[in-house]
């Protein structure tokens, strides 16, 4: 058996997330869809990750075993003439047996993009979530500090994602290596996280508290103190999926 490792980039706009589901369209199932009709028979895909229904990929990670003998481009090529436009494989390659596209990543990478304009242009309706007031970026950008480093983002996980009562493991403490902001044009800001791993709705609920900053309803001393808090319910609202874009997986 060959296990194959692909890149996927989507757009998520019409899709229910990434997890195969029997009553919605989801990436996983789509891609696994084409990928049984080229192999001729069942494949199981694993991802990296899940993503939440509306979240876009430009290189989510999967890999899937298979007695496939077809070559890994024009492999790419029929999975790609199969596939909606909506996925596109952007590479694909033969690993060894021992990579597996969640257990083996290092870190991962996040986008979130908002746009401050009065008037959204239509273009950018599906991609960046609008906010249409001036924010205050020097306080969202000591937010964005203050999340370097390892926590626990107990705060900024989604509420009954985990079970709590399982102590091992390292349940919701994380690591963040970079927490940045910049700006793209006059009004659209692009935030960047990389971490060795992230909690369910943990970049959106970030960025709904730092959303909180920015308008003046949250100072950056409460920012604080949430952060610390480990409790959901002292956070902010969850931004909304669509500004969500996952970046890269790295890997040794």
Same mark, same amino acid.
């Given at each position: 058996m060959r296990n194959i490792k692909i890149t996927i980039s989507f757009d998520g706009t019409n899709y229910s997330g990434w997890q195969r589901q029997t009553n919605a369209i989801t990436i996983q199932g789509d891609v696994e869809n084409a990928l049984s009709k080229i192999c001729n028979g069942a494949i199981t895909l694993h991802g990296a990750g899940r993503t939440d229904a509306g979240v876009h990929a430009l290189a989510m990670v999967a890999n899937f075993e298979t007695s496939s003998t077809i070559t890994n481009k024009p492999f790419q090529k029929a999975l790609n003439s199969i596939l909606p436009f909506a996925i596109?494989?952007?590479?694909?390659?033969? $690993?060894? @047996?021992?990579?597996?596209?969640?257990?083996?990543? =290092?870190?991962?990478?996040?986008?979130?993009? =908002?746009e401050t304009a009065i008037i959204q242009l239509p273009t950018n309706r599906l991609y960046c $979530?609008? =906010?249409?007031?001036?924010l205050s970026i020097p306080y969202i950008e000591?937010? *964005?500090? *203050?999340? =370097?480093? @390892?926590? +626990? /983002?107990?705060?900024?996980?989604?509420?009954?994602?985990? +079970?709590?009562?399982?102590? @091992?493991? #390292? &349940?919701? $403490? #994380?690591?963040?290596?970079?927490?940045? *902001? #910049?700006?793209? &044009?006059?009004? $659209?800001?692009?935030?960047? /996280? @990389?971490? +060795? &791993?992230?909690l369910r709705h943990m970049v959106r609920n970030i960025m709904g508290t730092l959303l909180d900053v920015g308008k003046g309803r949250t100072t950056v001393e409460e920012f604080k103190t949430i952060l610390a808090a480990k409790d959901r319910a002292s956070a902010g609202a969850t931004a909304p999926a669509h500004g969500l874009f996952l970046k890269h997986i790295l890997y040794e």
């Open positions: 596109r494989i952007v590479a694909i390659e033969e $690993v060894t @047996t021992a990579f597996h596209s969640r257990f083996s990543a =290092i870190s991962k990478t996040y986008l979130y993009n =908002i $979530v609008h =906010i249409p007031q001036k000591q937010c *964005l500090k *203050l999340l =370097i480093g @390892t926590h +626990d /983002f107990a705060s900024f996980e989604a509420s009954g994602s985990r +079970d709590k009562s399982i102590t @091992t493991g #390292r &349940g919701s $403490v #994380r690591m963040l290596q970079k927490a940045t *902001l #910049r700006k793209n &044009g006059n009004t $659209v800001f692009q935030f960047e /996280f @990389t971490g +060795d &791993g992230f």
